[in-house]
């Protein structure tokens, strides 16, 4: 890596780590031990839809396994962070939705992520925030790329 690598791949890592370490403590402060980050992105995808999701619905949007997110909603539903129902139509499926509680959860979430979002933009023309925009752009689909195994190392791909 040249340089200008080294500096972009180093704050990368330094800003991916702050903002889990800033988003855990905002968390912690308003809700205590009682949520991790990622369970309050588990409640943000549910909190996204205006309706009900089924446990596979919420698999696919965080791109991790049926039985993984399962047990994430098992204690979520432990915690009364979630509901959930199952489907009159197939009993073999389950509908979530948010408690109250989740939708604290889900607000104070969304609230943290506006406010960093204005925080990085604050300032910048509008053809800045173009270009920001492209770059992440450009960095996730690396990552779809990797998940998809259409990019790898050398000869290798990347599991």
Not at 14 to 19: A, E, G
Not at 29 to 37: E, H, I, N
Not at 58 to 63: G, R, Y
Not at 95 to 110: A, D, M, P
Request: net charge positive; glycine share 6%.
């Amino acid at each position: 890596m040249d340089n200008f690598e080294i500096q972009l791949n180093d704050a990368l890592v330094d800003l991916f780590n702050r903002m889990l370490r800033v988003e855990e403590r905002a968390l912690k402060s308003a809700f205590g031990p009682a949520v991790t980050a990622t369970e309050a992105h588990i409640l943000d995808v549910i909190g996204s839809r205006t309706d009900k999701m089924y446990v596979s619905e919420i698999a696919d949007a965080l791109q991790i396994t049926v039985p993984t997110i399962t047990v994430a909603l098992k204690r979520l539903v432990d915690k009364g962070f979630v509901i959930k129902t199952a489907s009159v139509a197939d009993g073999r499926r389950f509908w979530i939705s948010l408690t109250r509680q989740g939708e604290k959860i889900f607000e104070v979430h969304r609230m943290f992520h506006k406010k960093m979002i204005e925080s990085a933009t604050v300032g910048l023309t509008d053809i800045e925030k173009a270009a920001l925009l492209s770059c992440v752009k450009k960095l996730s689909n690396f990552f779809i790329l990797t998940r998809e195994k259409r990019v790898g190392l050398g000869n290798k791909v990347w599991e």
